[in-house]
């Protein structure tokens, strides 16, 4: 399981490298306020346009439709597998 959860997330480990954002912890928040922009943004104490750029960079390095119910909760538990 933990080498699934290396392998979805290794796309966007890249993404964070040489980078002053960190995508995965957007991606965490985004996921723990169930892809509210609004909540996402003012936990992240960010702009929502700038959750939104952030969101759409994401999408494409991990080539996944975050509207997607499944997409969110196979991420959800990758991000769970890679914290321990």
């Known amino acids: 399981a933990r080498e699934w959860s290396a392998a979805t997330l290794t796309t966007l480990n890249k993404l964070d490298q040489g980078s002053t954002v960190d995508y995965v912890q957007t991606l965490r928040a985004f996921l723990a306020h169930n892809g509210r922009a609004d909540a996402t943004a003012a936990a992240l104490n960010i702009h929502r346009h700038t959750l939104r750029y952030r969101m759409t960079q994401i999408e494409t390095a991990l080539e996944r439709d975050l509207d997607d ?5 196979e991420l959800w538990i990758a991000l769970q597998l890679s914290q321990d």
């Open 69 to 73: 119910t499944t997409v969110r909760s």
